[in-house]
């Protein structure tokens, strides 16, 4: 099948990222979000994005300018009818991504693809709302989406091979790597990263070092680019708590039980960069 116009659903980081991207490799986009003034807020940020690439010499700014041009945005979701494919980019709730695959099978085209970005939520159990379980597949793009390579590509119990080999299709043409997952709890990335971050948090909780500390061990002793605990703070703890509890549930396994420390972290508001507080301050 032939991809030429894509949704992206959600205007958040991951869903500008993919955006971007998307308009990058030549497919037209149309960004939604229920809020103006976020879809606004996204424009500007891929402008910048496409600038700092200019910068870098890695575009001219005429392919940045006819990039720009493939961008749609819009607060109605019934333009998903004129795309191939839709990818969703909202928040890690299943019941919400099931009440949106659910709606969005009665809007699109039936050849269209539905694709969760989601990070460890089942594809499965989203796909059986739908009338195309065939057709629904997980991409989990890593953060930051324009810089990062890897894709997980997560097959749904239902997904067909062909939406597979399409979905493969366009990573590739993204410019993305993708690797084939299984749907399983936190699939592969976050199965190994999370529990990894969990241990260093028990590891600040029992005091056996101090937030910098840990993260240099990690960054000086095991080569890790970004210690535990600011990668924690930039992808934010109330994900990596949803993300714990989520491995801890579909595994029933105390080895994910999500650490003490972080659900008070998290109680008090301190999610990390975003909210300039968590296991290190940002201003």
């Known amino acids: 099948m032939q991809i030429s116009k894509v949704m992206v ?3 958040g980081q991951m869903g500008t990222g993919i955006a971007q991207v998307c308009i990058q490799a030549g497919f037209e986009v149309v960004l939604h979000d ?3 003034d976020i879809l606004e807020k996204a424009r500007t940020q891929m402008s910048e994005g496409l600038t700092r690439a200019v910068a870098k010499r890695e575009m001219t700014e005429q392919e940045m300018a006819t990039s720009l041009s493939r961008l749609q945005t819009s607060t109605n979701l019934a333009e998903s009818s004129t795309c191939d494919l839709i990818i969703e980019a909202i928040i890690e709730d299943l019941t919400l991504k099931k009440e949106l695959f659910k ?3 009665q809007m699109i085209p039936t050849h269209a693809i539905l694709a969760s970005n989601t ?3 089942p594809i499965t159990e989203m796909a059986a709302v739908t009338n195309r379980p065939d057709k629904v ?3 989990h793009f890593m953060n930051p989406v324009p810089v990062m390579e890897l894709v997980e590509m997560i097959r749904g119990l239902q997904t067909s091979d062909h939406t597979y080999e399409t979905m493969h299709t366009l990573a590739n043409q993204l410019g993305k790597t993708a690797v084939e997952v299984k749907d399983f709890p936190g699939f592969v990335s976050n ?3 999370m529990p990894m ?3 260093a948090i028990y590891a600040v909780y029992e005091g056996v070092a101090t937030p910098k500390d840990i993260d240099t061990v990690m960054k000086l002793g095991m080569n890790h680019p970004m210690g535990p605990l600011t990668l ?3 992808i934010g703890l109330d994900t990596c708590l949803s993300i714990m509890e989520i491995l801890h549930e579909g595994f029933s396994d105390s080895k994910y039980r999500p650490c003490p420390l972080l659900r008070q972290y998290v109680k008090a508001g301190w999610l990390g960069k975003k909210a300039g507080q968590g296991f290190f301050e940002y201003t």
Request: charge should be neutral.
């Open 119 to 121: 990070s460890s939520l």
């Open 103 to 105: 709606k969005l099978d």
């Open 34 to 36: 229920v809020k103006s």
């Open 137 to 139: 597949i997980g991409m």
């Open 9 to 11: 659903v959600g205007a």
């Open 191 to 193: 199965r190994v990263l």
């Open 197 to 199: 971050i969990n241990e």
């Open 232 to 234: 924690a703070d930039f």
